[in-house]
């Protein structure tokens, strides 16, 4: 279902040095250098995957979703999601999916959230029915009943993310992408999304590409995960087995961290990355 | 579109939030123009006349051109404020969503309040139309709504090259409203009033002079031969926006290309 | 005294800083001027009868309100301040030990100060280099030059004043965006910004002379262009240092009042 091929993007960055004799230079000329954020990235998903995409920050997560999602033009190399190449055929390729970028909000901010998911619906073009059916479904599992009618701003952070995630899936997407979507939640609310993800995961086959920094997400959801480091991929494979690999030795110290997290500070260390 | 419907009434939502602010901005913005009006009385009441026009004939060219700008400013808002989404990243929010960036972004925003500005122009607007002097046939009504037409165009098209320019930088933008702002103050006198190279610009780069001085003479009964080409001068003047466009989707690409 | 002075100091430093913002500024400004130049051109260009005041003088009093345009322009924001007002971050500023008024007023003047001197020297420069009729003229005596500085300052401190009382209104409405709105709209216009003030009709010439917008704007500039001659402009000085006396005392005395009632509200 997701075929991504050689993938690579680079950036130019502005460089920039101190000292005046440079900042006044820099007033002609604009120094740039190279960033790959991506070089030759290959993996694919199937559907119904639920997929773990981790690393350190900086190290292209959010330009490989960019690249998924349509946004972003890549330099070289090709990827097919359900058949479409997501940068050329964006229109028809975006009713497909659904995002939900952990930071920033996409419900109308004074409006209670029943009126940004009816104009989600008009402009995804979703049917009544089907919308009503969704509908249906998103606040039952989400528990939103009492939330639908008040503004967003007068919304607790997980209560909000409750809709947001809701917001995503009224148009019934095949796939969803989720950035860091619990950061800043609460544990009540984390293990809500946690076991909503798991449920439209099952029941409707949904295919989830999640990049978070919390490892319990990804101990909770994810079977498969893809390690991306500067760039490269690095890892691609079972959870179970980068736990086996890089987990702590019996008996070792834990350091205070939990063991998955144990795990993925070895496999940064491995890769040099961290 | 029935679509762009629903963007507008979710805004109105939004902002009947706040409603003591609501009228005291469109109060605010009703106020701004009117004193603009009342200075251009002032000095009429003073000098009598400004190069061959006269009071209400000014105030005719005045209300067009406000009217036009009060619209324009209503409905592309979103591009004049497009620093704002492109800064916070929610452009990206726009691009995954399955419809045109151009209908997105005039739907991200539409302040209700400068109706304010649209309210004063409309009274202007009526009162030179009762007192001027011309033979009112139905080609010169039309003639009317073309001018307003065209000047939302063209306004609007302004508007959206600004907004373009976010692509490449968010400084200095400012100066874009040279053309805005700058642009309106002097499209309210007859363009003829300034000098050749000024009436040149603006008639040929940015075509007010079409909706501005040729069609007005139309109505005011000072042109000889048919009135056709001066009714239709106007929307010449429309496709002003055509290149307009087709920039905002150069930048779109090259922002889709190097990323934010 | 000593904390409104470093005030003072810190706030000019920052707004030095924000010299992109005033060369975009300063482009605007100048085509401004132009399109308003222009205009009274055409104005003038018809034989008038005995015109209150010449076009070289208008071109003067045009330039110098758009390079002085900091020192004149009611709708000058100060968001921080707004915002301490309505998100009741009040109370922080509350606990600080000097006179409130003081460093309010502090912030405001160097803010003003900064946008000004940034601007006020390219414009003014260019517009003497410009050809004639748009140029900007010289005043026609040293004498006059010191007294325009004079007037000038004058006048911004009291129009700093004025603003001051903006702000303190605005601690009553809670609304931020009403009350400067309108207020800025009037005073601008009663301070000869839209239309000069010799221009004006004589029933509203009346009227703006009872008021003290114009000792911002107006009064210095035809000051400076010699429209207002020395001894009018030094009768005019006592009634520039009453205004001012006069709205300071109104603004400590109302902010006093408000104070209070935000402290025993709780905030």
Not at chain 1, 52 to 65: E, F, R
Not at chain 1, 70 to 88: A, E, R
Not at chain 2, 189 to 210: A, D, S
């Amino acid at each position: 279902m997701i075929t991504v091929s050689g993938i690579s993007k680079s950036f130019k960055v502005a460089r920039r040095s101190s000292g005046f004799g440079n900042a006044f230079k820099s007033l002609f000329r604009r120094e740039y250098t190279e960033v790959a954020a991506l070089s030759d990235v290959t993996f694919s998903i199937g559907p119904g995957e639920i997929v773990g995409y981790i690393g350190p920050n900086g190290a292209g997560k959010s330009t490989t979703i960019k690249v998924m999602s349509g946004i972003l033009v890549p330099d070289g190399g090709t990827c097919s999601i359900m058949g479409y190449t997501p940068w050329l055929d964006r229109v028809q390729y975006v009713r497909n999916i659904g995002v939900v970028f952990g930071q920033r909000s996409q419900l109308w901010w004074d409006v209670p959230v029943i009126d940004s998911f009816e104009l989600l619906r008009d402009i995804y073009d979703v049917t009544d029915k089907e919308y009503r059916g969704n509908l249906e479904l998103l606040t039952d599992t989400l528990d939103l009943g009492d939330l639908l009618r008040t503004p967003v701003r007068q919304l607790s952070l997980g209560q909000r993310m409750r809709c947001e995630i809701a917001a995503s899936l009224l148009h019934g997407p095949g796939i969803l992408f989720l950035d860091e979507p619990t950061i800043g939640l609460d544990a009540v609310s984390k293990i809500a999304v946690r076991k909503f993800i798991s449920a439209i995961n099952k029941e409707k086959d949904v295919t989830v590409i999640l990049t978070t920094h919390d490892m319990s997400d990804i101990e909770a959801l994810a079977q498969r995960i893809l390690l991306i480091g500067k760039g490269k991929l690095l890892y691609d494979g079972d959870l179970d087995a980068m736990r086996a690999k890089y987990g702590a030795a019996e008996g070792g110290e834990t350091g205070g961290g939990s063991a998955i997290e144990e795990a993925l500070v070895n496999m940064y260390k491995e890769y040099e990355i961290s | 579109m029935r679509l762009f419907g629903k963007y507008l009434l979710i805004l109105f939502k939004s902002q009947m939030q706040y409603r003591t602010s609501f009228w005291l901005l469109t109060f605010g913005q009703f106020f701004i123009p009117f004193s603009v009006f009342a200075g251009l009385y002032m000095l009429f009441d003073r000098f009598g006349q400004i190069q061959g026009w006269e009071f209400f004939e000014v105030a005719l060219v005045f209300g067009v051109i406000h009217m036009a700008f009060a619209i324009a400013e209503c409905l592309a808002r979103g591009f004049d404020m497009f620093s704002t989404l492109i800064v916070n990243g929610d452009f990206d929010r726009l691009l995954v969503r399955p419809r045109s960036t151009v209908l997105q972004v005039l739907g991200s925003k539409f302040e209700f309040t400068r109706f304010g500005r649209l309210l004063q122009s409309l009274v202007v607007l009526i009162w030179a139309l009762s007192k001027v002097e011309a033979d009112w046939t139905f080609m010169k009504g039309v003639t009317l709504l073309f001018m307003i037409f065209s000047g939302v165009m063209i306004f609007s098209g302004i508007f959206i090259v600004i907004a373009t320019m976010c692509f490449w930088t968010v400084q200095g933008l400012e100066i874009g409203n040279i053309l805005t702002d700058g642009g309106r103050e002097m499209a309210q006198y007859p363009l003829n009033i300034y000098h050749k190279w000024i009436t040149r610009f603006f008639t040929y780069v940015i075509p007010f002079g079409l909706v501005n001085y040729l069609p007005l003479q139309y109505i005011l009964g000072r042109t000889e031969g048919s009135g056709v080409p001066y009714m239709l001068a106007p929307l010449a003047g429309c496709l002003f926006i055509v290149p307009c466009l087709l920039l905002w989707n150069f930048g779109v690409r090259r922002y889709r290309s190097t990323g934010s | 005294m000593r904390a409104c002075y470093s005030v003072f100091r810190l706030k000019l430093a920052t707004g030095f800083q924000y010299r992109s913002a005033a060369l975009a500024g300063i482009a605007t400004q100048f085509f401004w001027g132009f399109i308003i130049i222009m205009v009274y051109q055409a104005f003038y260009s018809q034989p008038l009868a005995d015109p209150p005041i010449s076009l070289t003088q208008i071109v003067t009093y045009i330039w110098l309100q758009q390079a002085f345009l900091a020192f004149i322009a009611l709708w000058f924001r100060d968001n921080e301040l707004f915002q301490l007002i309505t998100t009741g971050n009040i109370a922080y500023e509350l606990c600080r030990p000097s006179g409130l008024y003081g460093l309010w007023y502090a912030k405001l003047l160097a803010q003003r100060l900064s946008s000004a001197v940034l601007r006020c020297f390219p414009i003014l420069t260019v517009a003497l280099l410009l050809p004639s009729p748009y140029r900007l003229t010289l005043p026609p005596d040293p004498a006059t030059a010191l007294l325009f500085l004079l007037v000038l300052i004058l006048g911004l401190l009291i129009l700093v004043a004025v603003s001051m009382l903006i702000y303190i209104s605005t601690f009553i409405t809670m609304s931020a965006a009403g009350s400067l709105l309108m207020f800025g709209v009037a005073g601008e216009f009663l301070a000869g910004m839209i239309v000069p003030v010799p221009l004006m009709p004589s029933w509203l010439q009346t009227i703006v002379y009872a008021l003290p917008f114009r000792l911002a704007a107006d009064f210095p500039f035809r000051v400076y262009s010699g429209h207002i001659p020395m001894d009018e402009a030094l009768a005019t000085i006592p009634i520039q240092l009453l205004w001012l006396a006069a709205l300071v005392w109104i603004g400590r005395f109302t902010m006093g009042k408000a104070l209070r009632r935000v402290v025993i509200q709780g905030g």
